[in-house]
């Protein structure tokens, strides 16, 4: 079986263009091309339309793509099964994590793995969290690191943690000297800088305004919360961010970090549904859990008071 032939036809496929997918195989065009029209010639049918200036499947070429993805999986599975036969001698695991959450967990997870395991390749990628779901799907990655909800029936998660959600709020604005109950609709139309759609913490940012009733004032949309953090604190506007954003930069206890009250972002260690899981992937499952079980209990993150904000 030439599991070359899946590779290339899946590789033109996702980019839509023989030279750049020449180029991502380490191959020259014309020897690319001249394989194409040999597969589809003993085929008999042809893969892709080349009438537009953009390569399309056809019919036939989806249900090609569809049946070599399934037989590369295969074989997949086939080399993660006999590399753990090895008893961990060897192996590879491949993490998907957003680029927040790899801040954080990462560097408290991976050093202590790689001590336990030192043969393992571990292979990071860093993406949004919709894509590392697609990702998963497609066998790019073993494991993923997600936020709740997962959108796909097909994944399957175990839980690591429960993060607050915070508002932060300008220094010396007038509602970090409220006393008593404050209610998020005291900072309705008050500006805010807020991660660009399609991102976890936007979609919860998002559900707020739904709740009040309101739009929000979105003077800037970033990728970055430290920088939204810190853009907030000096006084630009609102933000909005997890828990590890505090804890990454230092600041808790400040008297402009208020909890969302009832609101948590729910990070899961994620991983497709009824596949085999190789024992590396599920060492380093294990030891994600454990790791930060513990880092939860040593910062002890309950010690500090915060004021807390109410969606009404």
Same mark, same amino acid.
Do not use: W
């Given at each position: 079986?030439?599991?070359?032939?899946?590779?290339?036809?899946? &590789?033109?496929?996702?980019?839509?263009?023989?030279? #750049?997918?020449?180029?991502?195989?380490?191959?020259?065009?014309?020897?690319?091309?001249?394989?194409?029209? +040999?597969?589809?010639?003993?085929? @008999?049918?042809? %893969?892709?339309?080349? &009438?537009?200036?953009?390569? &399309?499947?056809?019919?036939?070429?989806?249900?090609?793509?569809?049946?070599? #993805? /399934?037989?590369?999986?295969?074989?997949?599975?086939?080399?993660?099964? %006999? !590399?753990?036969?090895?008893?961990?001698?060897? @192996?590879?695991?491949?993490?998907?994590?957003?680029?927040?959450?790899?801040?954080?967990?990462?560097?408290?997870?991976?050093?202590?793995?790689?001590?336990?395991?030192?043969?393992?390749?571990?292979?990071?990628?860093?993406?949004?969290?919709?894509?590392?779901?697609?990702?998963?799907?497609?066998?790019?990655?073993?494991?993923?690191?997600?936020?709740?909800?997962?959108?796909?029936?097909?994944?399957?998660?175990?839980?690591?943690?429960?993060?607050?959600?915070?508002?932060?709020?300008?220094?010396?604005?007038?509602?970090?000297?409220?006393?008593? +109950?404050?209610?998020?609709?005291?900072?309705?139309?008050?500006?805010?800088?807020?991660?660009?759609?399609?991102?976890?913490?936007?979609?919860?940012?998002?559900?707020?305004?739904?709740?009040?009733?309101?739009?929000?004032?979105?003077?800037?949309?970033?990728?970055?919360?430290?920088?939204?953090?810190?853009?907030?604190?000096?006084?630009?506007?609102?933000?909005?961010?997890?828990?590890?954003? %505090?804890?990454?930069? /230092?600041?808790?206890?400040?008297?402009?970090?208020?909890?969302?009250?009832?609101?948590?972002?729910?990070?899961?260690?994620?991983?497709?549904?009824?596949?085999?899981?190789? #024992?590396?992937?599920?060492?380093?499952?294990? !030891?994600?859990? @454990?790791?930060? *079980?513990?880092?939860?209990?040593? *910062?002890?993150?309950?010690?500090?008071?915060?004021?807390?904000?109410?969606?009404?």
């Amino acid at each position: 079986m030439d599991f070359r032939q899946f590779e290339y036809v899946k &590789t033109i496929a996702e980019e839509k263009s023989i030279s #750049r997918a020449a180029e991502r195989l380490y191959i020259s065009q014309p020897s690319l091309s001249q394989y194409i029209i +040999r597969l589809e010639n003993s085929l @008999g049918v042809k %893969l892709f339309d080349r &009438t537009s200036a953009t390569i &399309t499947l056809t019919f036939a070429g989806e249900k090609y793509i569809e049946t070599a #993805r /399934n037989i590369i999986n295969l074989n997949n599975q086939l080399t993660k099964e %006999l !590399n753990d036969i090895a008893n961990l001698s060897k @192996g590879r695991v491949i993490i998907g994590v957003p680029s927040q959450a790899g801040r954080y967990i990462l560097p408290l997870v991976i050093p202590k793995f790689y001590k336990e395991y030192p043969n393992i390749e571990i292979i990071v990628e860093e993406n949004i969290v919709s894509e590392l779901e697609k990702m998963l799907l497609e066998g790019k990655i073993d494991i993923a690191i997600l936020t709740l909800p997962v959108q796909h029936e097909k994944i399957t998660y175990e839980s690591i943690m429960n993060e607050r959600i915070f508002l932060i709020a300008p220094k010396k604005h007038p509602i970090c000297s409220v006393d008593g +109950r404050i209610s998020f609709n005291f900072i309705r139309n008050e500006k805010f800088i807020l991660l660009k759609k399609g991102q976890r913490i936007r979609l919860i940012v998002d559900d707020i305004f739904s709740r009040i009733g309101a739009k929000p004032n979105i003077i800037l949309e970033i990728t970055n919360l430290d920088a939204a953090y810190r853009m907030a604190s000096s006084g630009m506007g609102f933000t909005i961010v997890p828990e590890n954003v %505090l804890y990454l930069l /230092n600041t808790n206890g400040k008297e402009n970090d208020f909890i969302i009250d009832s609101l948590e972002h729910t990070l899961v260690v994620a991983y497709r549904k009824g596949e085999y899981l190789t #024992r590396a992937s599920r060492e380093f499952i294990a !030891n994600l859990k @454990g790791v930060m *079980k513990m880092d939860y209990n040593n *910062k002890n993150h309950n010690s500090v008071s915060y004021k807390k904000i109410y969606i009404d």
